[in-house]
């Protein structure tokens, strides 16, 4: 299957706090997803990326389409405490409804 | 509107046991998907179906791991014999069509133990 490799694969950062996060791949992908899931939860998508280039926002939570294709990145301003969990990214090989390939996470702690 | 549905939220099993799970999508999503999800990793998929019909179960392990979707609704997915290494979080998933546009809802999903 395909590999995609997130970074970091943790972070510990303090309240208030900007976060960056990436997602690689070898492939060329379509469209590019943003999930988060809580301890217990299933994944909840945050962010949907459609374009090469595209820069999207919702909310504190920005996520850019690679222009390469190959690569895509989150970021999270000013962090609040329910902010903490994973986030995978998640890539699609076109739109024809092949399958998503979810990346290993970056696991988030919020420090009050 | 109620999100998707699985149970039973958690199964501990034996292994050499069967066990089976249950998913409920959101009413009219004709697309529905299992994923697996092993501890530490994101989720794989298994299976998609789209209606009643199976379209994509290159990755289900098919000597062991079956699955259904009666009447294009509820699915079941089941394992038998289950083995140490099927200890995940089976989640369950659906949307409208297959593009992202319809948006992908994903279950709390059944977490199996195996002994």
């Known amino acids: 299957g395909q590999q995609l490799n997130q970074s970091p694969q943790s972070m510990f950062i303090q309240e208030g706090e900007d976060v960056s996060m990436n997602c690689t791949s070898s492939s060329i992908f379509n469209t590019w997803l943003w999930y988060k899931q809580d301890p217990g939860e299933g994944p909840v998508l945050l962010i949907a990326?459609?374009?090469?280039?595209e820069l999207t926002s919702n909310g504190r939570l920005t996520a850019q389409f690679g222009t390469t294709r190959k690569d895509s990145f989150l970021n999270i301003s000013a962090s609040i405490p329910s902010d903490v969990g994973i986030y995978f990214c998640a890539g699609q090989l076109s739109n024809t409804g092949n399958q998503f390939y979810f990346g290993t996470g970056t696991s988030l702690t919020v420090i009050p | 509107e109620a999100g998707v549905v699985q149970s039973p939220r958690y199964k501990i099993i034996e292994k050499k046991q069967p066990v089976a799970f249950w998913c409920n999508p959101i009413s009219g999503h004709n697309t529905l998907y299992w994923y697996r999800q092993n501890l530490g990793q994101g989720p794989e998929l298994l299976i998609r179906y789209e209606n009643e019909e199976a379209v994509d179960d290159s990755q289900l392990p098919k000597d062991r791991f079956s699955a259904e979707r009666l009447k294009g609704v509820d699915s079941t997915l089941k394992i038998q014999p289950a083995e140490l290494g099927d200890s995940a979080v089976y989640l369950c998933?659906?949307?409208?069509?297959?593009?992202?546009?319809?948006?992908?809802?994903f279950g709390s999903g059944t977490r199996l133990t195996v002994v």
């Open positions: 998933a659906s949307s409208m069509g297959v593009s992202l546009s319809y948006g992908y809802t």
């Open positions: 990326l459609y374009k090469a280039g």
